[in-house]
């Protein structure tokens, strides 16, 4: 199978100027050119990527209905935004609960996580993944999913911790 990354998602949204706002102020999200040329469409892109974009917002009206993914219907459950750093991580944890948008945080042990959802309800992950020179047995064997307590991981790894050095991204 030659696919080794993700390009972009595409989202249905009701209001994409709400939605745009939303991924914008809150997650940092760059509007670009491209979303012009097409009405009730906008396209996003990542802090710091080089991509086209990243995020395409399709508006369908104040008439949708809420996704009913996992719960009547199938479909999907979230997309997971890594972050540089664990700092980056705390930042988006207090803009998130300044916007009332954070609804989970969670230890998986090898990754650190925040659950939110966008004005439409549509739930996003952000995660941050300790480096591969800084994990522990503890970490590769953890089972199960425990309550992320942010300030001990930032007291045990810094800040400045770069995500995923030697796993998701070359060292």
């Known amino acids: 199978m030659a696919i ?3 390009n972009h998602a595409v989202l249905y949204v009701r209001d994409v100027a709400a939605s745009v706002a939303f991924y914008r102020d809150v ?31 399709f508006q369908i009206g104040s008439q949708a209905g809420p996704s009913g993914a996992g719960r ?9 935004w890594e972050v540089d750093t664990l700092g980056d991580l705390e930042d988006l ?16 042990g090898t990754t650190k996580s925040l659950y939110g959802k966008d004005p439409d309800g549509l739930e996003f992950e ?17 089972t199960g999913i425990s309550r ?10 810094g800040r400045e911790a770069r995500s995923g050095v030697g796993i998701s991204r070359v060292g």
């Open 72 to 80: 009547t219907t199938v479909g999907l459950y979230h997309l997971a």
């Open 27 to 57: 997650l940092g999200f760059g509007y670009t050119e491209t979303g012009d040329a097409i009405p009730g469409a906008a396209f996003l892109r990542a802090p710091g990527s080089s991509n086209d974009h990243d995020l395409g917002l």
């Open 148 to 157: 992320l307590n942010l300030p001990a991981e930032i007291t045990k790894y």
């Open 93 to 108: 944890a207090g803009a998130l609960s300044e916007h009332d948008a954070l609804v989970g945080a969670s230890d998986h």
């Open 126 to 142: 952000i995660v941050w993944i300790i480096p591969a020179d800084l994990l522990t047995d503890d970490d590769r064997n953890k």
């Open 4 to 6: 080794f990354r993700l």
